[in-house]
């Protein structure tokens, strides 16, 4: 099972989708680990630079609708080999949300209320997450600020993160 | 209390519920295509599981990148064709016989009413157009898929869209669909069941209706479903002739995949198409539409006719009437992929394949090619191409390229003009 939680890389834009987060061209890969340098190199958002802003973060946050458009796998894959192994958000695209899921990764959605507060307050600087999945708690801080924010994932969907993915578990159980 | 074509579905496939609101479903189809396949072929081999549930229920193609165009593709291509023939899927479709996924396979017959379907491929939500629940998955979905025949889905609620009046000329189940999702937003039926109903739909070719449900997606649908009626039983008579007495036998049979008039539906949205005007996208997001006197006059590098949305025969008989008689522009490009080899053999026999080559398209194998922006068409920085695709996202067909996603007569009356261009300005 994955450790999570970590730097937040604050996303500002709703429909952000599939072909931004990974590129149709990089398909042709077939080992994740070659997806690395291309995570989000399509991304449109004023300000946004990819290798400066990817560098050393472990949590998304980002608007609604994220990871829309295709079924490619990659997008979670992508994350993934960047250590992004959370991303949080006002809503998924269904497929998307199901693929972090089966990859044993975790997408936490958040009431637009909380998600506006965390822009207001967190974005622009240094901020980090503890993730605590159990007792679905994060925990953000920056600059002597802290903000305590309760979420939930569904029974099934926790248990998929713990079993390390759908794979196994569907292979045992089916 | 009644119940949706989606609900009554998911009881005749369920095989276990382990959480609440969690339903694994017993699948009928698996679809299988060399880019999001190979890479789950290779997960289940390194987990020491390269095995399949049940070879006949596994469909394969290559179809994106096809002839392959380089190395990696070449190696996608052969590791989905080894292991074709490893577990002897005896459906499996390669160069020669091989077209767009979700036009082969509907073609061969291999989506039925009430099937439960799925693929590593967001479009797959187009067999929907047969009254099947058809899904889009991701690679570790589809690796249970083929491992179990098993897919888990949340119940999803319905929203019922019931389309009034008929299409008027030059417009078409894409502008339709296109308007649809410019009301709804790429957000709007997230999670959803969209279930196209309603005299329009009555009225519809299975081709048109495959356009409808291929965009499903587009505005964030799980699946798009029409129930099946004496047109899907028309379709489908050649492949299931011995399994009825009659086509009413079929259609009687198949009648059981219709929405109860009480059943449930989160929304019911009535849309009357009687005024509808043809469409076009003009941003980085299918919901971005305008009508097509808005967008006049806006100049193309490019035209592309095909892919899963708009390569079938019906669509290139609309737009080699426009495109009659008539040469393209100097300014443009233009570009037709037929989307499987049975509708470009169609194509030929019908002398479709003379008006697009004397009108100077140029004429490709079957493959999704420029759609995805992989091969075939591919656009360079600050392009900008007429399509007949179903996404428009920024370098989806190229890296600063832009995409105009509209219907095939719109299309082609824009490669005459080199310009967006209303198809009734061809007519007759
Ligand atoms: S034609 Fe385009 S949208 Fe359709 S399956 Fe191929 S790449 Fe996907």
Redesign the pocket.
């Known amino acids: 099972m994955h450790t999570f939680g970590g730097n937040v890389l604050f996303l500002d834009r709703s429909d952000i989708n599939t072909d931004e987060i990974i590129p149709?061209k990089y398909l042709t890969e077939i080992t994740k680990a070659a997806l690395k340098p291309y995570l989000l190199e399509d991304l449109i958002l004023e300000g946004f630079e990819q290798k400066r802003d990817i560098a050393d973060k472990q949590v998304v946050v980002t608007r609604a609708n994220f990871g829309c458009g295709?079924s490619r796998e990659h997008a979670p894959w992508a994350l993934e080999v960047n250590g992004v192994y959370v991303v949080i958000a006002e809503s998924f695209a269904r497929i998307f949300r199901q693929n972090m899921f089966n990859c044993g990764m975790c997408a936490i959605e958040l009431p637009a209320e909380t998600i506006d507060m965390l822009f207001s307050q967190f974005s622009g600087s240094a901020t980090s997450v503890k993730v605590d999945l159990d007792r679905g708690e994060l925990n953000f801080s920056a600059d002597g600020k802290t903000e305590a924010v309760s979420f939930q994932v569904a029974p099934f969907d926790h248990e998929l993160v713990k079993a390390g993915g759908w794979v196994d578990y569907a292979d045992t159980k089916y | 209390m009644g119940k949706t074509i989606a609900e009554k579905i998911f009881d005749a496939h369920l095989v276990d519920q382990p959480y609440e609101g969690v339903n694994v479903l017993r699948l009928d189809a698996v679809f299988c295509?060399e880019?999001t396949t190979p890479i789950a072929i290779t997960d289940l081999m390194a987990r020491g599981k390269d095995r399949v549930f049940d070879p006949s229920k596994i469909k394969a193609v290559i179809?994106?990148v096809t002839p392959a165009k380089d190395s990696k593709t070449a190696e996608q291509g052969k590791i989905l064709r080894d292991w074709a023939r490893r577990h002897d899927i005896k459906d499996f479709f390669d160069i020669g016989r091989n077209g767009?996924?979700?036009?082969i396979f509907p073609e061969k017959g291999f989506a039925r009413p009430g099937y439960t379907i799925i693929m590593g491929?967001?479009?797959t939500c187009?067999h929907g157009a047969f009254g099947a629940f058809a899904a889009g998955v991701g690679t570790t979905d589809l690796e249970v898929g083929i491992l179990k025949g098993v897919c888990a889905f949340k119940k999803p609620e319905t929203i019922k869209f019931v389309l009034n009046g008929s299409l008027p000329e030059g417009v078409y189940a894409k502008d339709a669909i296109l308007y649809i999702i410019s009301q709804l937003g790429v957000n709007g039926a997230t999670n959803r069941v969209m279930e196209f109903t309603g005299p329009v739909i009555d009225a519809m070719s299975m081709e048109s209706r495959m356009t409808l449900c291929?965009m499903a997606i587009e505005a964030g649908g799980t699946v798009g479903i029409c129930y099946p009626d004496m047109v899907t039983v028309e379709y489908l008579w050649p492949f299931i002739k011995d399994q009825f007495a009659d086509k009413a036998a079929a259609l009687k049979e198949y009648s059981k995949w219709i929405s109860d008039s009480d059943a449930q539906f989160e929304q019911v949205i009535e849309y009357d198409l009687s005024a509808l005007v043809p469409k076009a996208t003009f941003g980085y997001k299918p919901d971005q539409v305008k009508s097509i006197s808005e967008l006049e006059g806006t100049p193309v590098d490019q035209v592309y006719i095909?892919?899963?949305?708009n390569?079938r025969i019906e669509d290139l008989r609309v737009a080699a009437k426009v495109l009659k008689g008539k040469k393209i522009a100097d300014s443009v490009r233009a570009i037709l992929s037929p989307?499987t080899p049975a509708i470009y053999k169609q194509a030929l026999s019908e002398g479709l394949l003379d008006i697009f080559t004397d009108a100077g398209f140029c004429v490709t194998n079957p493959?999704?090619?420029a759609?995805?922006g992989?091969s075939n068409g591919v656009l360079a920085d600050g392009e900008v191409c007429a399509s007949t695709?179903?996404?428009n996202f920024s370098g989806r067909m190229g890296k600063g390229g832009m995409v105009h996603l509209m219907s095939p007569a719109t299309a082609a009356a824009t490669a005459i003009t080199g310009t967006i261009t209303n198809s009734l300005l061809f007519k007759g």
């Open positions: 149709a295709s | 295509h880019i179809d994106h767009v996924c979700h036009a491929d967001s479009h187009t291929n095909g892919s899963c949305t390569g989307a493959t999704c090619g759609c995805l992989m695709t179903n996404r």
